[in-house]
């Protein structure tokens, strides 16, 4: 026996059940690996053996599937007290997407027993199942440690019974088996995934099983999937390949047609009709087969007959041509094969198939399907395999095909052969015909013998190359160049055939090419082929800002200084000032100590104190007078703060740096400071009693895990100083009545270069991406108290109360129509109704009336009464019809937050006593029928709700609009989910420099207050035939404001695309995500806010990072685009895990070349708006960006003007600064710029070196000279690239034609040991360089 057919007749899976493959997409397949350890039970007998069989079941169709898998013998032995374990220990592989809960491993324990003559037979003892999913496509939460199987007597045939029910642990049927068990453990096994290509899905293998395609384990491993190693392939080509039918291919076809044709009339139970069935195209499905499946999808290539080929394409009917000529099937392409493994199990596989049609006949001639719109039908009619032979290299090759009811690889039906009294006029190895083509590969080292790949210990004999016959090369078809495609019949057809599989993942790989035609332009359908390469954005990292140790110890000196400032004190429910607490460790908070505590409600107040330069930053860019702060807690509306002015200690407004951190003090609307005390104060009350349910644990585990992102702004140029991050963990009071804690957070901003494209292979590597481009500055740092004060849920103070009782209604309210009644609330309790004229409700009648209303007051209230009376009667159709429709509707109302799918389940009765099909209307896209019921059971389990899951339970109408079969007075539960990722209008609200706004004015902010949407209002209705309603179901949805976990913010040129790349952290460290997952990173997922933006999640591979893709397209300057991106770790897409919200500043771009040192001069227009403007030019690097005029001017009205800029940059390379036009009356945004410079190092003419002490000290003086090259005397300006390390003793000198003059040199002291590079520009009057002198100072 060949080896292949050895292998391929071994391991034959059985097919999963064919609704299960319908019914699903194909999701990715995962890998799993289970170790069979011990059977341990007082039901064993010593001495007797065991065997474990495993296998594959489908408990939602009762159907067993894949490959029984056996393991070895083993006796039982004795352990105390009293029970015995036979010992396995033995390791299974398999991989399956068949993702569904109900897909199951069964484990049957077999003993082998003997009969009364003395043979043996096998009996089942007992059976266990052993889950693989728990939900969707989650893997069972599996450890790493053994499991403990609990067995059930009897046979697994047991699960075929039709009274049997999934879950197991409900089946009364069953018995478990006492003191009985199997231990095991089963996790995902990621290096199979490497290998998959060679296993079939659902095939159960031993790690002892060799696997055709792999390596066998080295060294002291016995177990070759633990580790595997794949074989180095062989790339093979085919060439002149062509198929010879018995007798001959035009009586070939012609009996195959009438045996079809035969076929469709048998089954149509008609007579003939005229119709013919026609042979449309012939394909060729060529690929690469290791005996357990395609190592590859196959390729498929298009044949023509060769009488075809030497007309030149031309068709001609059959018979023009004699018998003997032309009677073949040729390919003109050549197949390239690069999977080809030296095994000799490895094999090519053809198999030929015909694309059939229906044809008339009008007039002697046939009308083909495609121009009677008829769908076209594939049959297989041969199939053939050819391994290599040992050695080959360059020959040909002819195969016999084979046909019949032999199994084949491709799974398919194939044409019969011809009789065996037929005789053959080559012979009978031909009767079903040959196919016969070139063979050669690209390699020196070729196929090896089958004694280099087989077991050494293999009893069975050297086995027979597959039979071949060496034939004279025949005529050489011309080849045409590979080129992708589809053929006719691939764009018409439909696998109607019987026996037909789908189509395979592969299409047409050889689309075949007219080549007798004249025609020698090329095709329009012609597509190239895109290369492995894509442009590749350097992915900047997403770790966010660093809130870590930002809680600080203060001094009592401190202490003293913070109480001499002034600011408000924090009380407590007592009015009692809360102490400033000590720093605690993060992390290290009691979940049940918060859930124990009494005072349930949370006051959380932020308390902003001041403001400062941090003290080992550099002096760089522009230092505020006034900040405003944005930021956004928890589910709150975004809040931006008023102006706030920094104010030293001593009283008056900051100048220079000599103070470290300054006051935050209000700023009034006229530009005063206000007299209130210094700081800002926010106060957010959260209340239990008006929180959803189970959102009291979501709050704390939110303070627990989340940082907020404090956004700081100049007051005045409106330009981002920077962010901040603080970890919310210290508001967790752990049990105290009332915690205080002091913070000093670094506020450092995040500049990105100009995008610059990587290329090479070893950008590709994994570890070799790096947020390149990126630099980070600390700015200044922010100091702030954060508290929290503990109330009781029923004790809120007085103050809070109008404010935080506002909270979204309940469910049971009726909403009465406008106008109907007036309700009073009567003493006692009693509720009393006043009616109201009809007039004064209904707007449409009282037109009527006072139109053409007759004078006097008889007449009057006639024409009154009688139109009113007809208008009644006018109306009485629709008033009945909503009375009788309120009667039959349900109210539902959903608090929908941002990217969160809300799930519910309305019980649907059918009120009739015969069944009806209902079908489901749903008038809004955000509110949808949970139709896959892995997703329905998914959350439910999410919800921990009870109501029972059923497989199939909705069809689909040709509308996509879902029905449900019900029985008489049936009632079922009708899944729906409403999700929305498109943000509130009222909660979007741009934050920055759109405007400063009164948002902050409210010190205090509750949960009540942020449903700042709309209520929407969406009708679902339940109708029977004929379009009448049974049910109706109206959901308000109420939206309400999301957390957001991270900000994102980008500048860029106007009217252009933005794409950026951004590297997710590691999956594990997002809040949400559960610990200890077995198969390392989940698939990601995301959706945007904005359907016209491009998002999408990168896999690189298995273990490799994951990237998220943007590409937005910004709006004309100075528009701000805001918006969110959820990021999911569940396919269902169920809650995020994070929502990271994204800002882009569009910005007018402006190229500069310019060089370092050297004055550039530019002009920019301004253009006035609708009214005149105070406005002034505010620029993000003041030392290097000059504006004229520096000051505060006027802007006319609709008027143009000039705005002057020079740029001196200080170092070389590209840069970014940003230019504001701002109101300064109004503090708004006028026009922004974004100055992209490219700027080049000037040419050295001299270098010197010194020599300085490190760590302070006062300094050094040097004099170096300066010669005028000049006859007459020059005027000369001096400017360095570091200022801060080195001052001239004159910023300018003017010195006479050809004289020398001494330049003086002051070195600043360096607290860092190190070595710097400090440029001296000498310009002219013009601010051009002259010359530029470099000095290396080495700090030691």
């Not at 790339?235 to 018995?246: G, K, Q, V």
């Not at 009376?869 to 109210?891: E, F, N, P, V």
Request: hydrophobic letters at 35%.
């Amino acid at each position: 026996m060949d080896e292949w057919e050895r292998v391929f007749r071994q391991h034959s899976p059985l097919s999963p059940h064919p609704q299960r493959r319908r019914a699903r997409p194909v999701p990715r397949s995962a890998a799993f690996r289970c170790v069979l350890k011990y059977l341990h039970g007082a039901a064993l007998a010593q001495g007797a053996e065991y065997q474990l069989r495993l296998s594959l079941f489908d408990a939602t169709y009762h159907h067993f599937f894949g490959r029984t898998w056996r393991s070895s013998w083993q006796a039982a032995r004795a352990t105390p007290p009293r029970s015995f374990r036979a010992t396995f220990n033995e390791t299974v592989y398999f991989h399956t997407s068949l993702n569904h809960p109900g897909i199951v491993a069964v484990v049957e324990v077999v003993v082998l027993a003997k009969k009364g003559n003395g043979d043996s037979q096998h009996l089942s003892c007992g059976f266990g199942i052993i889950p693989i999913f728990r939900c969707g496509s989650e893997a069972t939460d599996l450890a790493t440690e053994d499991r403990m199987l609990k067995l059930y007597h009897g046979t697994p045939r047991a699960l075929l019974h039709p009274h049997f029910q999934d879950p197991v642990e409900k089946n009364k049927y069953l018995t478990v088996m006492e003191k009985s068990h199997l231990q095991y453990a089963l996790k995902p096994h990621q290096p199979l995934e490497t290998i998959i290509h060679l296993l079939p899905e659902n095939l159960l293998i031993s790690g002892l099983q060799a696997v055709p395609g792999l390596l066998p384990a080295h060294g002291d491993a016995t177990d070759c999937f633990q580790k595997p190693r794949l074989m180095k392939p062989v790339t093979c080509y085919l060439e002149r390949l062509s198929i010879r039918l018995y007798p001959s291919l035009e009586e070939f076809e012609e009996e195959l047609l009438d045996l079809l044709n035969s076929d469709r009339l048998l089954q149509a139970n008609a007579a003939p009709d005229g119709e013919e069935v026609a042979v449309r195209e012939r394909r060729l499905h060529i690929g690469v087969h290791n005996g357990l499946r395609f190592v590859r999808a196959p390729q498929v290539a298009v044949l023509v007959p060769e009488a075809e080929e030497v007309l030149g394409g031309c068709w001609e009917a059959p018979g023009s041509r004699a018998r003997d000529a032309g009677q073949a099937l040729v390919l003109r392409s050549r197949i390239h094969l690069s999977e080809m493994v030296p095994h000799p199990a490895f094999v090519v596989c053809f198999q030929l198939e015909y694309v059939l049609c229906s044809a008339g006949r009008a007039g002697g001639k046939a009308v083909s399907g495609s121009a009677r719109g008829e769908a076209a039908d594939m049959r297989s009619v041969r199939w053939a395999v050819w391994r290599p032979a040992p050695g080959i290299s360059d020959t040909d090759v002819v195969l016999p095909l084979r046909g019949g009811a032999c199994r084949g690889p491709c799974q398919t039906l194939v044409y019969q052969t011809p009789p065996s009294s037929r005789s053959s006029w080559q012979g009978k190895h031909v009767e079903s015909g040959t196919v016969q083509f070139h063979v050669s590969t690209d390699l020196e080292e070729h196929l090896v013998t089958a004694a280099e790949i087989l077991c050494k210990d293999r009893d069975e004999s050297e086995q027979p190359p597959t039979p071949s016959l060496r034939v004279p090369v025949p005529r050489r078809v011309p080849a045409s160049p590979r080129g992708p495609g589809l053929s006719v019949s691939q764009l018409v057809a439909s696998p109607r055939g019987r026996g037909q599989t789908p189509p395979q993942d592969g299409g047409i790989t050889h689309l075949e090419a007219d080549l007798g035609s004249p025609n020698t332009e090329p095709c329009a359908d012609d597509q190239l082929q895109a290369l492995p390469f894509t442009p590749l954005q350097v992915p900047i990292a997403a770790v966010g800002l660093q809130a870590g140790s930002s809680c600080v110890s203060l001094s009592r000196a401190s202490l003293a200084r913070l109480h001499a400032a002034g600011f408000p004190e924090i009380l407590d429910r007592n009015q009692e000032p809360v102490e400033i607490s000590e720093p605690v460790e993060l992390g290290s908070f009691n979940p049940r100590l918060e859930e124990a505590d009494p005072l349930q409600g949370n006051e959380i107040i932020l308390q902003f104190l001041a403001f400062g330069r941090d003290a080992q930053g550099s002096v760089e860019g522009p230092w505020p007078r006034t900040i405003f702060l944005t930021f956004q807690f928890y589910r709150f509306p975004p809040i931006t703060t008023p102006r706030l002015q920094l104010v030293s200690t001593d009283g008056g407004p900051v100048t220079g740096l000599t103070m470290l951190a300054q006051h935050l003090v209000r700023v009034n609307e006229d530009g005063t400071l206000s007299t209130r005390p210094p700081g800002l104060q926010l106060k957010y009350m959260v209340d239990p009693a008006f929180l959803r349910p189970g959102e009291q644990r979501w709050f704390l585990r939110y303070l627990a895990e989340h940082s907020l992102q404090i956004d700081v702004w100049d007051g005045d140029s409106l330009l981002h100083v920077g962010s901040a991050a603080v970890k919310l963990e210290p508001l967790l009071r752990q049990g105290q009545a009332a915690v205080r804690t002091y913070h000093e957070l670094e506020v450092a901003t995040t500049e990105y270069e100009p995008d610059g494209t990587v290329l090479g292979r070893e950008a590709l590597r994994h570890g070799a991406l790096r947020p390149l481009g990126v630099r980070v500055a600390v700015r200044g740092r922010l100091h702030l108290c954060l508290a929290n004060v503990g109330h009781p849920c029923e004790e809120i103070p007085g103050q809070l109360l109008s404010r935080s009782r506002i909270g979204p209604a309940p469910d049971t309210t009726v909403t009465i129509p406008a106008g109907s009644w007036r309700s009073l609330n009567a003493a006692g309790g009693r509720r009393t109704v006043r009616a109201r004229r009809l007039m004064d409700v209904d707007g449409e009648l009282e037109a009527v009336l006072r139109s053409h209303r007759p004078e006097g007051w008889p007449k009057q209230h006639a024409w009154d009464l009688q139109v009113i009376s007809a208008y009644r009667d006018h109306i009485k159709g629709d008033s009945i019809y909503q009375m009788l429709s309120q009667a039959i509707t349900a109210t539902r109302t959903v608090h929908a937050v941002l990217g969160t799918a809300e799930f519910f389940e309305f019980p649907l009765k059918n009120p009739y006593s015969i069944q009806h099909t209902v079908t489901i209307e749903v008038d809004h896209p955000e509110l949808s029928v949970i139709l896959d019921p892995r997703e329905w059971r998914h959350f439910k389990e999410l919800t921990k709700s009870v109501t029972p899951v059923e497989e199939e339970m909705f069809h689909l109408r040709d509308d996509l609009k879902p029905q449900v079969y019900l029985r008489p007075s049936e009632t079922v539960h009708i899944p729906f989910k409403y999700q929305t990722f498109s943000a509130d209008p009222a909660v979007v609200v741009a934050q920055g420099p759109s405007g400063l706004g009164a948002s902050a004015k409210a010190d205090t902010s509750s949960l009540g207050k942020s449903r700042t949407g709309q209520t929407k209002l969406i009708q679902v209705s339940f109708q029977v035939s004929g379009g009448k309603p049974i049910a109706l179901l109206r959901v308000k949805v109420e939206p309400q404001p999301h957390v957001v976990d991270q900000t994102f913010r980008f500048y860029h040129p106007e009217l252009t695309f933005l794409k950026k790349t951004i590297r997710l952290p590691p999956w594990h460290t997002l809040p949400g995500t559960p610990v200890g997952i077995p198969g390392g990173q989940p698939e990601m997922f995301v959706r945007c806010s904005d359907p016209d933006i491009i998002c999408e999640t990168k896999t690189l591979g298995p273990g490799e990072p994951q990237d998220i893709f943007l590409k937005v397209a910004g709006g004309p300057s100075p528009q701000i685009k805001k918006f969110f991106v959820a990021i999911y770790t569940d396919a269902w897409l169920a809650a995020p895990v994070q929502i990271w919200q994204f800002y882009l500043h569009s910005l007018q771009r402006l190229d500069v070349a310019c060089s370092v040192g050297q004055l550039t001069r530019l002009s920019l227009l301004l253009h006035g708006t609708a009214a005149p403007r105070r406005v002034r030019a505010f620029t993000s690097h003041p030392q290097e960006l000059e504006v004229d005029p520096n000051g505060a001017f006027v802007l006319p009205a609709h008027g143009i003007q000039d705005l002057y800029i020079g740029v001196r940059p200080r170092r070389a390379g590209s840069k970014f600064i940003y230019l504001n036009l701002v109101d300064v009356e109004y503090h708004q945004l006028v026009s922004s710029w974004l100055l992209c410079l490219s700027c080049r190092q000037p040419l050295i003419s001299k270098a010197f070196e010194i020599s300085l002490p490190a760590g302070g000290g006062r300094g050094c003086n040097k004099r170096i000279t300066y010669t005028n090259p000049y006859p007459s005397p020059r005027l000369y300006f001096l400017c360095t690239n570091r200022p801060d390390l080195l001052q001239f003793k004159e910023d300018s000198f003017e010195v006479a034609g050809g004289e020398v003059y001494t330049i003086g040199l002051r070195f600043a002291p360096s607290q860092a040991v190190g070595e710097e590079e400090i440029l001296i520009h000498i310009n002219d009057h013009e601010e051009k360089n002259e010359e530029t002198f470099c000095v290396k100072v080495l700090y030691q």
